[in-house]
C-alpha cells in the first residue's frame, strides 16, 4: 500500500501515505550509508491478521510465513535501496 506506481485504490489514505513515507526514508536512508550498510523497505504480504477482519478471511499467508520470507530476503545479498515484495519475492515500483 505504499507503492505510488501501483496504487489503483482511494481508500486508506492515513495508512498508505505513512506506508510511502516508510518508502522515502528508505531511499533518504540508502544515501545517507552509501557503501557502509544496505537498506531496504519490505512489503509483507497480505497476512492473515485482526488488523482488518477482512484479512482473516482474504490474507493469503500467517504472520509466520511472512516473517520468514523477509527473514529469508535479509539474509540474502539484496541490493540496498529497493522495496521488497517479500509475499512473492519480486521488488516492488516505488
Known amino acids: 500500500m505504499g507503492s505510488i506506481d ?4 482511494a481508500d486508506s489514505v492515513d495508512y ?4 510511502s513515507a ?3 526514508y528508505t531511499k533518504i536512508l540508502t544515501n545517507r550509508v552509501k557503501n557502509k550498510i ?4 519490505t512489503h509483507p504480504g497480505w497476512v492473515k491478521t485482526t488488523t482488518i477482519e477482512s484479512n482473516l478471511e482474504n490474507g493469503r499467508q ?3 510465513q511472512s516473517a520468514n ?4 530476503f ?5 541490493q540496498s535501496g529497493i522495496f521488497w515484495n517479500s509475499e512473492n519475492e519480486t521488488e516492488l515500483l516505488w
Open 62 to 64: 500467517t504472520p509466520e
Open 6 to 9: 501501483v496504487c489503483k485504490l
Open 74 to 78: 535479509l539474509i540474502k545479498e539484496f
Open 38 to 41: 544496505r537498506v531496504a523497505s
Open 22 to 24: 516508510i518508502n522515502m
Open 16 to 19: 498508505r501515505m505513512s506506508k
Open 69 to 72: 520470507n523477509i527473514i529469508e
